[in-house]
């Protein structure tokens, strides 16, 4: 199942025929020039094409007026003078007489992408169009939006197909008011939008921009706004909001469909966002939502305006939807105390709506807003010494986005002779491969030495089998590979995990890279484990010690083992990841351990298939004998297939959930990223 792109050059053949500095930036190249830059880094070619067509009137009539659709269509008739007139009625936006043909072709994309999807012929996909749409109302024209295409998308969803939930991110860095009044009161349909806010200074400048704007009646609760009250948000800012607003709500809220307001004004050098988040964090951005509805995701381009931004964050979007490694998040500190007020306010805001939000904590004093006004002459010379004035803007530059060749082999398995490969897999046992050490040595001398064995001498003084040996040595020749980039990611069944663990983690860590490893079950601390910072470990279990031993060991108790679905989901998007994104390792060691009962295939998946956010796909899982069973799943999630969805969420165990959210606030001193309100005293380091 592929990654659909839907494109027509008819939707570059309409522009601003009149002068207008807030329309100019909406042009034709923005289309062209994405579609330029996915052809030649030859994504488009792997996507699957699929025609655009027109939306019919009863498609738009599924969101808009009949009165303005048919105001709409006579503008293909009007002179410039009565297109002008028309276009001031509504704000900040212009028409030409090609506009409603282009309009329905943006909006008959967007349903196209859909049928693609609900009828399986592709996984998921990206329409380029213009004009957007998130601004658009039931009656109106608004922001270069003229219909709007998401809003029809989900509408068409539920009708044709029965879809009973939707989730619409919309990560463009304007509110999506026209989404947002389309869906205030449904609760079938839940909206996110994060948006430059400045308290109410930018454009749209409306008062239900605000974060306690949370939906109507029936549909309170299902309707999320994060706004920005800063420019220049980072990659950290714009992960915190996913970690702890966005993916605990969206997993339990548990969407049939995902669409997304694919927007790139929020990425650097965008001169309407001004914000400094690089194209790279499209990758994770997207990646994070790929194992929601079972994949089923469908992008709609609305804003981003500088050519080069946007055409580097289109191509490392489409590469992550293609199942491609996302690129290291490296370099992340935490979010800034703006961006910690904003996800305070919105967990405060809807804490009484959604279980995973029980225990945030209330919104921050008002001294502390007040106290911001007070800080902004501060803020506005820290703004001039990093150059980031308004009139420096033209000046922003930012590194290349980073590419890696994709590795030969995606998922190698050494698993026992037989067991059928998994689909999609390579099997890799060292008997396959003569040209590495295997053959040469004779087993038993592994058991007495030695210094030129290909493993490490601790191990070797274990009286392993001949099977054992073989499946360790096979397993150092994997992660070799692995470094190589010759294989991407793998999976060993191995006779004891807690002894296969060891070799590894040496032979990870004398390459001096940083290793996250992740035991899953387990009934004592993991041995061999170094505590200089070389690896980082998180251990999820119901054995597992409640206080910490040091930095990079980090007990998760859950006392219901893994078999409470949303403790255990909980702990993966606020705990693990957050942890994970800020120590940025070079290799996963993904570990199930005895003693992780109840914990079901589905919710394992999703964490393999979250943890290939990570050290450019490189993850390496290890098994146990007696957990043959996960083969099938494990190596499904390594090779890419999305996670199956895990049903609605019932809440959590409380008792875990308290200790869960007791270990997160234990660890935000040294973990940025796991912080969720603003440091009360002094702490304003960034
Ligand atoms: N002085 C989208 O990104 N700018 N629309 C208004 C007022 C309007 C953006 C500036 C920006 C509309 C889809
Ligand atoms: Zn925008």
């Known amino acids: ?100 043909r282009c309009a329905t072709l943006a909006a008959g994309a967007a349903l196209q992408l859909v049928d693609g999807v609900m009828t399986g012929r592709v996984r998921n996909g990206l329409a380029l169009v213009r004009p957007p749409g998130h601004h658009s109302m039931r009656s109106a024209a608004n922001g270069f939006c003229v219909f709007n295409n998401v809003a029809i998308a989900a509408k068409y969803a539920q009708q044709k197909y029965g879809v009973q939930r939707v989730l619409i991110v919309d990560w463009d860095i304007h509110h999506g008011q026209g989404v947002q009044y389309a869906f205030e009161d449904d609760p079938s349909v839940l909206y996110f939008s ?4 400045e308290h109410q200074k930018f454009w749209p400048e409306l008062r239900e921009s605000d974060y306690d704007s949370v939906g109507k009646d029936k549909g309170a609760g299902f309707n999320i706004n994060v706004p920005w009250n800063k420019v220049g948000m980072q990659n950290s800012d714009y992960l915190a909001v996913f970690f702890h607003v966005l993916l605990p709500v969206a997993y339990e809220f548990c969407p049939d469909l995902v669409l997304v307001c694919a927007g790139f004004d929020s990425a650097i050098g965008d ?25 089923k995701l469908c992008l709609m381009l609305e804003g981003g305006y500088n050519l080069t931004s946007l055409s580097q964050s289109v191509c490392v979007t489409v590469r992550t939807l293609l199942g491609d490694p996302a690129p290291r998040p490296a370099n992340l500190q935490g979010p800034c105390q703006s961006a910690l007020e904003s996800i305070q306010c919105v967990r405060a805001a809807h804490r ?51 590419t890696c060749v994709l590795p030969p082999v995606r998922t190698a398995v050494v698993i026992p002779e037989e067991m059928a490969c998994p689909d999609g897999c390579k099997r890799f046992n060292l008997s396959q491969h003569a040209d590495s050490l295997s053959d040469k040595c004779d087993p038993p001398l592994f058991h007495q030495n030695n210094h030129n064995g290909p493993l490490e001498s601790h191990v070797l003084s274990f009286p392993l089998s001949l099977h054992a040996v073989s499946t360790l ?148 899982v290890l098994v ?29 165990v409380v008792e875990d959930f308290e200790a869960l959210e007791r270990l997160r606030v234990r660890l935000q001193a040294d973990w940025m990223l796991l912080r969720t309100s603003v440091q009360e005293s002094g702490a304003e380091d960034n």
């Open 1 to 100: 199942m592929g990654t659909a792109l839907l494109y027509d050059e008819e939707m570059t053949r309409y522009k601003l025929l009149w002068l207008d500095p807030d329309c100019e930036l909406e042009r034709p190249e923005r289309l062209t020039a994405s579609h330029e830059a996915l052809v030649s880094c030859g994504l488009a070619a792997r996507c699957v094409s699929i025609p655009v067509r027109q939306a019919t009137d009863d498609d738009i009539l599924l969101i808009h007026s009949e009165e303005y659709l048919e105001a709409v269509k006579k503008t293909p008739y009007m002179t410039l003078e009565d297109l002008r007139e028309f276009a001031l009625v509504y704000g900040c936006v212009y028409f030409h007489p090609n506009s409603y």
């Open 194 to 197: 994060w948006h430059r806010y």
């Open 271 to 295: 001169p309407e966002g001004e914000m400094c988040a690089t194209p790279d964090i499209f990758a994770h951005l997207t990646h994070l939502l790929m194992n929601l509805a079972g994949g």
């Open 352 to 402: 009484k709506y959604w279980s995973c939000l029980k225990l945030a904590a209330g919104a921050p004093p008002s001294e502390v807003s007040t106290k911001r006004i007070k800080l902004e002459e501060k803020e506005r010379e820290e703004k001039l010494q990093r150059g980031e004035a308004a009139d420096s803007k033209a000046g922003i530059t930012w590194p290349q986005p980073q």
């Open 473 to 620: 040595s096979s397993l150092t020749v994997l992660l070799g590979k692995m470094e190589k980039n010759e294989i991407c990611n793998g999976l060993a069944v191995v006779g004891d995990v807690s002894m296969a663990m060891a070799p590894v983690i040496q032979h990870a860590t004398s390459l001096k890279q940083r290793v996250l490893v992740v035991c899953v079950g387990g009934t004592e601390v993991p041995s061999h484990l170094p505590e200089d910072g070389t690896t980082l470990t998180v251990h999820i279990s119901k054995e597992a010690p409640e206080e910490p031993s040091c930095k990079y060991y980090i007990p998760v108790r859950l006392k219901n083992s893994c078999g409470d679905t949303s403790g255990f989901a909980q702990a993966i998007l606020s705990v693990l990841l957050p942890l994970a994104y800020e120590y940025d390792p070079a290799l996963v060691l993904l570990t199930r351990l005895p003693g992780s009962g109840g914990l079901n295939d589905g919710a394992w998946q999703q964490l393999v298939s979250l943890l290939q956010g990570l050290a450019w796909g490189h993850v390496l």
């Open 624 to 652: 146990q004998e007696c957990h043959k069973a996960l083969v099938k799943p494990t190596a499904a999630a390594l090779s890419g297939s999305p996670a199956p969805s895990l049903g609605r969420l019932p809440a959590p």
